[in-house]
């Protein structure tokens, strides 16, 4: 199992001092621009210790939201991949629906490449519906223009003989013809990220790495649906490396200890839903027919959204944003307690869904100082992370394809 570092690189200040939301209408008049560049050189040292300790460095980008100060990843993961020596080093990932031009996109994935001298990962992601507003996008058309800006990119960066051109519904580019390229042949490995099974297959059809965010025991539904794809495409069954899942963790040398530090981590999902109404759910970003059985549903006044909710063991649905402690370690989105304990949960999550290969550790977030996320680090590197090297499970098969081959 490869474990990656994660934090928003959030800007944690604000968000006790105002009871504004905090994406998209939050004046940036609220930021003390010499706390902001303090906090960035906590979360580059961060990853610089990473690099030392073997753990794997990942960065993802949101815009306007004092939730993530990370408004361009491939500008942190640029110094980085000059900085670093060791680790590998992923974007997860880079809006390419909400980015008005491909080909820049194609570029600066060929320099980091090249910089890092082949240590990166490429992650690309549709975008967080909040943020069509300050991409002025139209969610109508997001996943197409999501698709034809994968393919454009894709294409720029295997494309070795000569320009082309491109005339697509929504980039239009005379000449074609990037420099660098990537220094791994033929581009650094694919990434995408999904919470439902639905994109599953299509990822699979890419042979692009899936990952996915806080989803605990659903995560398992999606992986499935990706392995069955790839079976059904006769490649066989997908190595544990093909998939990944960032949970929030924290280690200590006490039970106690660990959840005051999760306590603090845990502020990433309590924020989440500090977001104005109005830029909840664009019109067109979500499907038609599941907004429909959304409003259907709605009727119940106990309903909440399924996709604001985890799942417990005994099957009950609490709403993230609002769950204890506990319940978040039930659930499989937190990693929490001592070494011992945290490499138990781990295995279970593991075993649960047939084998994840990447993990991706929230070791800082909210509002945790540098020192604890530093000693979280350490911890897991030294007293965890070695006994997950061998984690593995031995002839799993998606549930449909065991059911067919039983009958």
Request: aromatic residues 10%.
């Amino acid at each position: 199992m490869k474990i990656w570092e994660f934090t928003e690189q959030p800007y944690h200040p604000v968000w006790d001092a105002t009871k504004e939301p905090l994406k998209n209408i939050l004046p940036n008049g609220h930021i003390d621009p010499r706390k902001a560049a303090d906090l960035y050189d906590e979360y580059m040292e961060q990853w610089q210790i990473c690099d030392e300790i073997g753990i794997n460095i990942m960065i993802n980008e949101h815009h306007a939201t004092a939730t993530c100060m990370s408004a361009s990843c491939t500008l942190p993961l640029a110094v980085l991949a000059r900085t670093t020596k060791n680790v590998r080093m992923m974007s997860l990932g880079i809006p390419i629906a909400n980015r008005t031009d491909p080909i820049r996109v194609a570029e600066e994935i060929a320099m980091i490449d090249t910089y890092s001298r082949g240590r990166f990962d490429m992650g690309f992601v549709r975008g967080a519906q909040y943020e069509v507003f300050p991409s002025s996008g139209d969610p109508v058309t997001q996943t197409r223009r999501f698709g034809e800006a994968y393919r454009l990119i894709m294409k720029a960066l295997t494309t070795h003989d000569g320009p082309f051109s491109w005339n697509g519904e929504f980039y239009k580019c005379r000449e074609v013809n990037i420099w660098p390229r990537c220094y791994q042949d033929p581009h650094p490995p694919v990434w995408m990220v999904a919470i439902g099974p639905a994109a599953g297959g299509w990822i699979a059809e890419q042979k692009a790495h899936v990952g996915t965010f806080l989803n605990g025991r659903a995560s398992k539904q999606l992986f499935d649906a990706y392995r069955r794809r790839w079976l059904e495409l006769g490649w066989g069954m997908p190595s544990p490396d093909m998939f990944g899942y960032m949970a929030m963790a924290a280690v200590a040398d006490t039970e106690e200890e660990a959840k005051r530090r999760a306590y603090q981590i845990a502020g990433y999902v309590r924020t989440q839903g500090r977001l104005a109404p109005q830029f909840t759910n664009p019109p067109g970003y979500v499907p038609a027919k599941f907004v429909a059985k959304e409003m259907r549903l709605k009727q119940d006044p106990n309903y909440v959204a399924e996709h604001r909710t985890v799942q417990l063991a005994n099957g009950k649905r609490v709403i993230l944003g609002q769950a204890s402690i506990e319940e978040l370690i039930d659930a499989h989105v937190l990693f929490c307690g001592t070494p011992d304990q945290v490499y138990k949960q781990i295995k279970a999550f593991h075993d649960h869904v047939g084998g994840v290969g990447n993990l991706m550790l929230m070791a800082q977030g909210g509002d945790l100082s540098h020192k604890d996320a530093v000693a979280n680090l350490r911890m897991f590197s030294r007293d965890v992370m070695p006994r997950l090297k061998d984690l593995r499970v031995d002839g799993y098969e998606p549930p449909a394809l065991a059911q067919r081959a039983a009958a």
